[in-house]
């Protein structure tokens, strides 16, 4: 007897692909476990998810990744490829996770991923946070007080750990949301002011769309034309930032006295400077290469009043 005329015997379509098909749709249901019994299983586990899956093979960061000088854990921890990007790590110790989990966030080939404590997920985006520590600048000092940045890390979203006095917190934000860099802040006085956010050991992101699963090159909100256009504008962006890094070597070249914009020996006039200054302004590109250029300008200005007077 033919499968077709089971299928008919049985109701099901004639077609076998169409059977197939109908088969795919049909949902197999899991029994129920016992959370409490695999919990404990699970109690030394970690689930990793990269976001980005295109170069580099969850296998290879699975080998990776306890090796010397990135986790330096060989034989204490085994990884399993899960699929769908999704790894496991089982560690023999706890501290040795704990240690793991701490170190966050974690990177391969500087595209970041998720790491998270097993809990009982089904959903296939399971890990979907990262562990940031987020600097803040922006904020008068006599604001750095818990409130204050409890009231700015709650706006990105899950507050782990404060610390007012250096303006930096922990927070644990959702991956598959664009990076927030810049937020409005309201003082009790009425004014309105922006605090920039620097995210620690941030890695490879899309500059147009701030997700991390990307960069630029292949940002599905670009057209190709677009993709182009950015690149040519990132690349005069980082001879901009340059400049504005070494403002003394780049303005006189030729000046053998000016060596270090920091430290150096010689010193510009102030138009000179202030030329520097509006052009470190302009070239506002991310906000974490701006705060260090202008950091970088700021000592320079005040190494070279301390030095031309
Ligand atoms: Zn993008």
Not at 85 to 107: C, S, T, V, Y
Not at 208 to 236: I, N, V
């Amino acid at each position: 007897m033919s499968q077709q005329s089971g299928a008919v015997r049985r109701g099901g379509s004639s077609n076998p692909t169409r059977r197939t098909l109908d088969l795919e749709e049909e949902i197999i249901n899991i029994p129920d476990c016992d959370i409490s019994v695999v919990a404990e299983q699970f109690k030394l586990t970690v689930i990793g998810r990269m976001f980005h899956r295109e170069e580099r093979s969850t296998e290879a960061l699975i080998n990776l990744l306890p090796k010397p000088k990135i986790w330096d854990m060989e034989g204490r921890t085994q990884g399993t490829n899960l699929g769908n990007g999704q790894f496991q790590f089982d560690f023999d110790h706890e501290e040795d996770m704990n240690k793991i989990l701490a170190k966050r966030p974690w990177h391969f080939n500087r595209w970041m991923f998720s790491l998270e404590k097993w809990e009982p997920f089904t959903r296939e985006d399971f890990p979907n946070t990262m562990v940031f520590w987020v600097v803040v600048t922006g904020i008068p000092v006599h604001f750095w007080n818990i409130p204050t940045f409890t009231e700015i890390g709650k706006a990105l979203e899950t507050i782990i750990k404060i610390e007012a006095k250096k303006a930096k917190f922990q927070v644990s934000i959702k991956a598959d949301s664009p990076l927030q860099f810049e937020r409005k802040v309201g003082f009790p006085n009425g004014d309105v002011g922006i605090a920039h956010l620097t995210y620690e050991g941030l890695q490879r992101y899309c500059f147009t769309c701030k997700l991390l699963s990307h960069e630029e090159g292949t940002c599905p909100e670009l057209t190709e034309e677009q993709r182009e256009e950015k690149k040519h504008q990132r690349a005069e962006q980082a001879k901009q930032d340059i400049l504005t890094t070494y403002p003394a070597t780049f303005l006189r070249p030729a000046n053998r006295e000016i060596t270090d914009p920091l430290k150096g020996i010689g010193r510009l006039p102030p138009c000179q400077l202030d030329d520097v200054r509006s052009r470190a302004l302009v070239t506002r590109t991310e906000n974490h290469r701006r705060d260090s250029s202008a950091r970088n300008l700021e000592s320079y200005n005040r190494s070279y009043e301390r030095r031309g007077r």
